[in-house]
């Protein structure tokens, strides 16, 4: 078609030729790529370079790739050899020999297992996500009802971006076990440093020898007060006992000396309409009654009993029965006299904010709800 009057006019710093017209610079735009200094003067053009293979960047990255593939992967074995490291600030600057990425289940991020250099131990990484502070808060909550679980520094971000950048040279146990973490995303977030604590969960064989030894006692006891603690976080993530579901062996950790048992992946899930908590109440009040009776074939131990005989093999008896309900009542009394759930979380989320990562998370943790347990269960103890 044809071209307007005044299309001799724009063309880049010409000025305009027609009479009466003021002086006009145009500026054509640019369109620079994102992985060298090109610029061009179109969209099909930086298109075309991409493609072409000659972008000196994208050559860089490629070749960056794959010398990072083409890295020994590291051979250590964490969970058999590895021992606990210090998480005490810039514990990890001595150096790390290697990682391994041990991938968490549906929504989860998994941790990181590091070896430090110079046989300083291992320690974990979490990377940062919503409910970093709701599982720090439990963490602290655990420790107040004498509960066993891996302790954890909040790292401020500064710190974790170190650590970022300190990992991108590291090897891990499989190829791109640690690349994700170099996204630019990971640097936006925050992290905690957790301690290594050697163990086995409920699905190891080792389980079974333990329930049939002297020590079955104690650590049947020990699961009841870890499922009270559960009750009055809603940590549905690990037994079935007031829950519709089958369980999750894998949080169910016990210490290497098979002596304890060690709280891992504790969670708080808040109920937000006035019928589902009611109706969470009254799960929690008919649990309670069972362990206070001991009523041993009630539905709630029954679904307990069941899961621990499914994956250890071992039929418990009446006498190891009365022993989780023990525990259930002597963790319930700890949780009534529990004072501090309120100031606990204030606390945690002044620390969080201190740490740089803001509010992130903060409204995963309703302290309201978890009062309202924590009444029920002390009312429970009382009947």
Known sequence: GKHPPSAQNWRCDQQPTTNNLTETTIVMPVFPCDECKATFSNMVQMKRHKLSGECEGQKAAIAEAHRMMNRPKYEFD???AGVPGSIAPKSWTVGIAGGHHSAGGLGSLGV??????DEKGVVVLKEGCNA????????????????????????????????????KEVPFTAVGGGDHLQDSRAYNAGGVLMEFVPGFTLKDPRVADLLAGAGASALLSKLGQVVAVDMLLNNFDRTPFIWDHEGNANNIMFSKAGDDLVCIDTGSTSIVNPEGVEAYLQRVKAAMEEATTQNLSGPCMTKLVTFVSTWTGVELTDEAKVSICTGIVECAGKIAALKSITTTFQDTAQLFCDCGWGAQGIDLVDIPFLIRVQETIAQALEL
């Open 112 to 117: 990181y297992f590091l070896n430090l250099a």
């Open 78 to 80: 964490f969970f058999n």
């Open 132 to 167: 970093s502070l709701a599982d720090y808060f439990c963490t602290l909550l655990l420790a107040q009802v004498d509960l066993a679980a891996p302790s954890v520094r909040v790292l401020p971000l500064e710190e974790y971006k170190a650590i970022l950048a300190a990992l």
